[in-house]
């Protein structure tokens, strides 16, 4: 259960190349009161990120052409993108929490498949972590 209620403008931008896992993303935060953007390569997701200043944004690592590895690299180098929490997504089970958030400035990791509960968990921590005590 979500502790806290996104504002009207709250939005968050779910990148990855899987319209089935976009639209699964899609589903659960918009019924958490989010508004959603959705890109399906890193390119597409700098764009957005940087025109919408979304809140959050749930990145997949494999996709073609630029990379979920690439793009946050790239973003967190931006000062539209720099301070945007990223939480870094894959089906790879090898690829550990700490490697990500050191190597590429992600703020979190989330492994595929994923639950209702694993997706407001990371927007709780990485959205709200300030104002939970």
Same mark, same amino acid.
């Given at each position: 259960?979500?502790?806290?209620?996104? *504002?009207?403008?709250?939005?968050? %931008?779910?990148?990855?190349?899987s319209?089935?896992? /976009?639209?699964?993303?899609?589903?659960?935060?918009?019924?958490?009161?989010?508004?959603? %953007?959705?890109?399906?390569?890193? @390119?597409?997701?700098?764009?957005?990120?940087?025109?919408h200043?979304?809140v %959050? !944004?749930?990145?997949?690592i494999?996709?073609?052409g630029?990379? *979920?590895f690439?793009?946050?690299?790239?973003?967190? @180098? %931006?000062?539209?993108?720099?301070?945007?929490?990223?939480? !870094?997504?894959s *089906?790879?089970?090898?690829?550990?929490?700490?490697?990500?958030?050191?190597r590429?400035g992600?703020?979190?990791?989330?492994?595929k498949?994923?639950?209702?509960?694993?997706?407001?968990?990371?927007?709780? /921590?990485?959205?709200?972590?300030?104002?939970?005590s």
């Amino acid at each position: 259960m979500m502790r806290n209620v996104p *504002g009207d403008d709250a939005c968050v %931008l779910v990148v990855d190349d899987s319209r089935t896992i /976009r639209f699964a993303l899609k589903k659960m935060l918009s019924q958490g009161g989010y508004r959603v %953007l959705e890109a399906d390569n890193g @390119k597409d997701a700098i764009e957005l990120a940087q025109n919408h200043g979304p809140v %959050l !944004i749930i990145m997949d690592i494999v996709m073609p052409g630029l990379n *979920g590895f690439q793009a946050t690299l790239r973003m967190r @180098k %931006l000062k539209e993108t720099r301070d945007i929490p990223i939480v !870094i997504m894959s *089906g790879n089970k090898e690829a550990t929490e700490q490697f990500w958030i050191d190597r590429i400035g992600a703020n979190d990791f989330m492994g595929k498949p994923f639950s209702r509960h694993d997706v407001f968990q990371r927007v709780e /921590r990485t959205v709200y972590q300030n104002e939970i005590s």
